[in-house]
């Protein structure tokens, strides 16, 4: 059969959410193992149950509301308005129109390496940051690929999704950390009650819960992690093929990808607790290499090659080898910026 971007988005689409329902069970499993270990009942098991995944719950509220700021903030990023960038305003207007979305706030990182990301909680608080190096180094058509992704990152609660698997993964490694200390100090295992000493049966089984609770704490914050990174990967494809979508050209996302992944310059206020919002990780970069358990992106060559499928192209072996291809009317060269204004950071000393 062939693919088509629909079959892509609903294909991602189910996977993703049934990794996030992976993140909950293992977090459920694992509060509900400590309490079960910890009581010796099944009230205490469901009791365990209960605030494992309360307090994941809280902690994801808590970011909902305030964790873009601090990603923003993190990042350097200051915001701009059409005065200061109206070429990169225009284009970012054309592809929330064609997105169905309200306009996001548009933010710049002075940094010339090549990458940009969204944030917020949902679209009517949406925010897309854009490095000075993306609008150097790519042409308009490519631009508006990369911004026609992070504007469907936007559109399919991506960010808001993201968030909350990542809030999980947090709770389980904190739940599991806790739990492990405690036991370590035997704070447990002194509290095995006398009530259980005439009921080897029910005994047999709280001390099975424990060993469980072990292994759990142990092994869960790994598998969660590879959860986690399992959905970033499946939100980016999920975010090109919807993106194709929006501008009805493959050709100039898979040259903005080609560029972006083949950049070598650093990008160095990201780090590895944002590396995965933006467009192409910036931390580590591999051209067509393996994604690994622990990659938070897709291999550039394995995005490229699907988006190819969508028009019927073979695949090729090199990122290189689309860079010359492009759409009929294709805009060329770097997209034209107004110099930024004095005194910010890069750009010369403060008037």
């Known amino acids: 059969m062939a693919t088509t971007f629909y079959s892509q988005i609903a294909a991602n ?5 049934l990794l996030a329902f992976v993140v909950v069970a293992l977090l459920g499993a694992l509060g509900g193992a400590i309490g079960y270990g910890g009581s010796g009942s099944a009230v205490g ?15 994801a ?6 964790g873009d700021a601090l990603v923003l903030a993190s990042s350097g990023a200051r915001e701009v308005t059409a005065a200061d960038a109206p070429q990169l305003i225009n284009v970012v207007q054309e592809m929330a129109i064609a997105a169905n979305v309200p306009m996001p706030r548009i933010y710049i990182i002075d940094d010339t390496a090549p990458n940009a990301f969204a944030t ?6 949406a925010s897309v940051a854009i ?8 042409d308009r058509e490519e631009l508006q690929g990369v911004i026609a992704h992070e504007l469907s990152h936007v559109r399919n609660l991506d960010i808001r999704f993201s968030l909350m698997v990542g809030v999980m993964v947090g709770s389980i490694a904190l739940l ?8 370590f100090w035997g704070g447990l295992g002194g509290r095995r009650s006398s009530r259980n000493s005439n009921n080897e049966g029910s005994g047999g089984l709280q001390a099975v819960m424990m060993v469980l609770a072990l292994v759990l704490a142990i092994l869960a914050p790994i598998a969660a992690r590879l959860v986690q990174l399992a959905v970033s990967r499946q939100r980016e494809y999920l975010a090109d093929a919807s993106g194709v979508e929006l501008t009805r050209n493959p050709f100039g996302l898979e040259r903005a990808l080609a560029k972006i992944a083949m950049d070598t310059e650093p990008l160095e206020v990201a780090n590895r607790a944002t590396q995965h919002l933006y467009f192409e990780n ?70």
């Not at 689409?13 to 959410?17: D, L, Y």
């Not at 009791?47 to 902690?59: K, Q």
């Not at 490095?131 to 790519?138: C, H, I």
């Open 13 to 17: 689409r189910r996977n993703s959410f």
């Open 61 to 66: 509220l808590v970011s909902y509301y305030a």
């Open 282 to 351: 910036p931390v580590k970069k591999a051209v067509g290499g393996s994604s690994g358990w622990f990659a938070t992106h897709p291999p550039v060559l394995d995005r490229i090659n699907r988006l190819r499928e969508l028009t019927g192209q073979a695949p090729v072996g090199d990122a290189t080898q689309v860079l010359n291809v492009r759409a009929p009317g294709g805009a060329l060269g770097p997209v034209p910026q107004p110099p930024p204004p004095p005194g910010y950071p890069g750009f010369g000393p403060r008037g």
């Open 45 to 59: 098991g469901a009791l365990g149950i209960a605030l494992a995944v309360g307090v994941g719950f809280i902690a």
């Open 176 to 183: 599991a950390d806790v739990f492990l200390r405690f036991t």
């Open 131 to 138: 490095t000075t190096g993306l609008l150097t180094k790519l």
């Open 120 to 125: 917020g909680r949902d679209p009517s608080h």
